[in-house]
């Protein structure tokens, strides 16, 4: 669900599509490995059959593809009460009440970025500005000042930093080149729309190569567009299975399973992350194809 965010914007910018469709999309077809994700944890985890997951399956497929319909706030809501509601029906309310209070902070940051757009103030120029007052606000209601959080966050943002501005202007010096177009044309000519069929394993590799979904939509984003035009195929669809094959790819990738493994403190766990996360990405990346293979079948 990270695809819904800075990647969608990114994406849309670079491939010259609306925002608001593309997000719509990318929910809609995210909804559908959300719902493969969830199945693989009832069974393989959780020792529960598939009908016993049948309910949690439901659920995720409603709140989910009610997205595009009921927008951002409604769904923000839907989040939020079918999270509560779950763990008080699992757990009992004190064990809704703990969890929520673990998410204190995370839930200020979601009000605070409601509050914004409400108010007028969405879009990306604003949401470095809403985080800041986010990390301000929970460092006084902790009554203390994380003196070094500036610096460390510095050093270790500094690397992704650097990668992502490089892979920015490679993205708009081989856009303006035409190189991507190229290639679209010569995948459009050998394949036919039978490409279509890979975008969103590309989208996964890229992620995975580079640890980010932002930056495989960077480096896919003109190929992508200019293959859709090529082959007369929906460019929002298509790009929406590039977002979420990105989305997939980067939960599996080594820099985000380190710092998964280092801040629970659970280092030797990396081999059996890095397994087991292959093994939900093969999962969940399916119904991704099986999108691609019904755009082909509605095309035809």
């Given at each position: ?6 990647p ?6 670079l ?20 719902a ?12 529960q059959g ?14 989910a ?7 951002v706030?409604t ?9 509560s ?8 309310l004190?064990?809704a ?14 009000l605070?970025?409601?509050a914004?757009?409400?108010l ?5 120029q604003y ?8 990390a ?6 902790e009554g203390r000042?994380?003196?070094g ?5 510095a ?13 920015a ?6 856009k ?6 190229s ?13 279509a ?8 590799i ?19 567009r ?7 195929l ?41 397994k087991?996360?292959?093994r939900a ?10 999108v ?9």
């Amino acid at each position: 669900m990270a695809s819904v965010g800075v990647p969608t914007a990114v994406l849309a910018v670079l491939a010259e599509v609306d925002v608001g469709q593309l997000a719509a999309a990318t929910v809609v077809s995210g909804s559908l490995s959300l719902a493969a994700i969830i199945a693989l944890v009832s069974t393989r985890y959780l020792g529960q059959g598939v009908r016993a997951s049948l309910p949690a399956l439901a659920l995720a497929l409603l709140f989910a593809l009610l997205g595009p319909v009921t927008k951002v706030y409604t769904a923000a809501v839907l989040g939020l009460t079918g999270l509560s509601l779950g763990l008080a029906l699992s757990g009992g309310l004190g064990r809704a009440l703990e969890a929520l209070l673990v998410l204190k902070y995370y839930l200020l940051l979601v009000l605070l970025l409601l509050a914004a757009n409400i108010l007028g103030f969405g879009g990306l120029q604003y949401t470095f500005l809403v985080i800041l007052a986010a990390a301000v606000l929970s460092q006084i209601l902790e009554g203390r000042l994380a003196r070094g959080a500036i610096r460390r966050s510095a050093v270790m943002t500094a690397r992704s930093i650097a990668a992502v501005t490089l892979f920015a202007v490679v993205a708009e010096l081989v856009k303006r080149g035409g190189y991507m177009r190229s290639l679209a044309l010569v995948l459009a000519e050998t394949t036919g729309p039978l490409y279509a069929l890979t975008i969103p394993v590309v989208g996964a590799i890229g992620a995975y190569a580079t640890g980010s979904a932002t930056t495989s939509n960077l480096i896919f984003s003109a190929l992508q567009r200019s293959y859709a035009d090529a082959v007369g195929l929906d460019a929002v669809a298509l790009l929406a299975l590039q977002n979420v094959g990105g989305g997939l790819g980067g939960m599996v990738s080594p820099a985000k399973i380190a710092v998964a493994a280092s801040t629970t403190g659970g280092r030797e766990l990396e081999p059996v992350i890095f397994k087991e996360g292959w093994r939900a990405l093969s999962v969940a990346i399916l119904p991704q194809v099986l999108v691609a293979a019904l755009l082909l079948l509605y095309r035809g």
